[in-house]
């Protein structure tokens, strides 16, 4: 059975700093893309950051330049280190891991708080 598992979720005072980490297990993900969204209460969810299977990365506009997206192949694994947070950035965080338009993934969602 395929699992992402995420972590590195919680309470953080704006300005700070948060790591996220999302291991997936039940197959290999290193051919696959991977990748960070979120969902704001009563928003819809978007993308926060994507690392393709070969290190490409892509950010989202809100949050480029204060992010980081980095994966370990060989532990599975895919970080997003986020930085300078305000209380905008409140909101689910969701992992993703992407083969195609039939075979892709979903963790079970973060819940990250940004307090002023």
């Known amino acids: 059975q395929v699992q992402l598992a995420e972590s590195g979720g919680g309470l953080v005072q704006a300005g700070g700093s948060l790591r996220l980490s999302c291991t997936a297990s039940g197959r290999c993900f290193s051919t696959g893309a991977m990748g960070w969204y979120r969902q704001a209460p009563g928003k819809q969810r978007g993308l926060v950051a994507l690392?393709?299977?070969?290190?490409?990365?892509h950010y989202a506009d809100s949050l480029k330049g204060r992010c980081a997206i980095s994966r370990d192949n060989a532990k599975n694994t895919v970080y997003l280190q986020m930085n300078s947070l305000t209380p905008e950035d409140t909101a689910v965080y969701y992992c993703?891991?992407?083969?195609?338009?039939?075979?892709?993934?979903w963790g079970q969602g973060n819940q990250v708080s940004v307090s002023s």
């Open positions: 993703a891991a992407y083969f195609n338009e039939h075979d892709y993934y």
């Open positions: 690392i393709a299977s070969g290190g490409t990365t």
